[in-house]
């Protein structure tokens, strides 16, 4: 199976899960670990379970053996291997503290620090 193929298959599987805010980053050519990086947020602990094994099932049945997956007892992030394609599903609070977006995709400014009160005061 192309990654292209894989690709559009993890974003099937997300979406009839009720994956929410799914983003597809090319990572190649920045890393040679995979082509495509998949992102999802589940709205509990047990629907980001629900999405990886959903995922892993889909893999599967399509004839794809993943590599591993990392996560599923804690169910805050999990991560799906499958070589060409790589899938985080998170919980949105990890998603915000962690932001990958920003460390793949170029030109998204780094946010400015949020400073205390009294400190930002003193700063102006």
Known sequence: MQAEQL???VVS???DMKGV???VL????????????IIASGTSDRHVKSLARNVLDQARAAGIKPMGMEG?????????DLRDVIVHIMRPQARDF???EKLWIVG????EPKLPAAAARRRH
């Open 21 to 23: 805010d799914i983003r």
């Open 7 to 9: 690709r559009d298959l």
């Open 108 to 111: 998204i400014p780094a946010e």
């Open 13 to 15: 599987a997300l979406e």
């Open 26 to 37: 090319e990572v190649r050519g920045m890393t040679a670990i995979t082509d495509f990086m």
């Open 98 to 100: 962690y932001n990958l």
């Open 72 to 80: 599923e007892q804690e169910g805050e992030w999990v991560l799906v």
